[in-house]
């Protein structure tokens, strides 16, 4: 039996392609697709159709590539609870989250994990998309949307709200509203999508909409900080974003949304070493404040 033929053949079937399986696997193309085609030829059986645009999976490479991924999962994890007590967070880990999350939170949290674990290296994926772990090769992803994919575990991380925040210079310019209805007339600085519709806040008991008058909308949450800071206006902003500044928040009891930060990684029974530390790592930082 060709394990090693059955491995390939599983990680060009999650892959999507034979092109994109090879860059997982580090080999070339022409060695991934021989061996998936000495395997069909063992089993006397077509597992992959390929076309020029498309890779179609039979059924019969279906029912087989369900049976053999349960099969490996087996093998790996034996061989992770073998050397688990000996295991040592080691080589390159990649982590995506989008620009804000990576510019608010991630640098800290790499830092200490790179200190702590030597024989470590990161590798950042800035991309405000939601990237294809196994495809794109990333180990973990920093994430506030649901889980569409259910191939996929998710760890929650923390907690967060949107929420209005102004400079101190601009507050002792202009006051500090004392109701929604008094936002209507600040200059305020909006995502867009806020510009062309009223703004919904919430105070957990009721609802209002606000209509927020103000000459600049930004895309970017990070630039739209940045505005706020040097006293342009009042800010729609994740509280992620301000609450390590000079920024103070405007009607503290009212936010635009709230959800939570959570990792997502490619669900396995043994998570690698190198994913468990540095989630460790971020929630131990989160526990202690920062």
């Known amino acids: 039996m060709d394990l090693d033929g059955?491995?390939?053949?599983?990680?060009?079937?999650?892959?999507?392609?034979?092109?994109?399986?090879?860059?997982?696997?580090?080999?070339?193309?022409?060695?991934?697709?021989a061996k998936v085609a000495r395997l069909e030829k063992r089993l006397g059986v077509t597992l992959i159709q390929r076309t020029t645009r498309k890779l179609n999976i039979t059924p019969a490479g279906r029912a087989y590539f369900e049976r053999c991924l349960r099969g490996l999962e087996e093998i790996e994890t034996a061989e992770a609870e073998v050397s688990l007590s000996a295991a040592e967070p080691r080589g390159l880990l990649r982590v995506t989250a989008p620009g804000d999350v990576a510019m608010g939170m991630l640098p800290p949290i790499v830092s200490r994990f790179l200190k702590r674990y030597p024989r470590t290296r990161v590798e950042i994926v800035v991309a405000n998309r939601v990237i294809d772990l196994v495809a794109e090769g990333v180990h973990l992803?920093?994430?506030?949307?649901?889980?569409?994919d259910s191939t996929l575990a998710a760890r929650r991380f923390m907690p967060?709200?949107?929420?209005?925040?102004?400079s101190r210079a601009y507050l002792e310019r202009r006051g500090a509203p004392k109701i929604p209805l008094e936002l209507e007339q600040h200059d305020c600085l909006v995502?867009?999508?806020?510009?062309?519709?009223?703004?919904?806040?919430?105070?957990?008991?009721?609802?209002?909409?606000?209509?927020?008058?103000?000459?600049?909308a930004v895309d970017d949450p990070q630039t739209l900080r940045n505005f706020v800071l040097q006293g342009d206006g009042?800010?729609?902003?994740?509280?992620f974003l301000a609450r390590d500044t000079k920024l103070?928040?405007?009607?503290?009891?009212?936010?635009?949304?709230?959800?939570?930060?959570?990792?997502?990684?490619p669900g396995q029974r043994f998570v690698p070493a190198n994913v468990r530390a540095f989630i460790d790592t971020a929630l131990a930082a989160r526990n202690r404040g920062g």
Do not use: E, H, M
């Open 160 to 166: 967060f709200c949107g929420a209005l925040w102004a």
């Open 141 to 148: 992803a920093i994430r506030a949307a649901g889980l569409p």
């Open 191 to 216: 995502f867009p999508r806020f510009s062309a519709r009223p703004l919904r806040l919430t105070d957990g008991r009721g609802r209002v909409d606000i209509g927020l008058k103000g000459r600049l």
């Open 248 to 265: 103070v928040r405007v009607l503290p009891k009212w936010t635009w949304t709230s959800g939570a930060l959570s990792f997502v990684y």
């Open 234 to 239: 009042i800010g729609t902003l994740p509280d």
């Open 6 to 33: 059955i491995a390939v053949f599983v990680k060009v079937v999650q892959a999507g392609s034979f092109s994109a399986a090879a860059r997982l696997l580090g080999i070339p193309n022409t060695t991934v697709s």
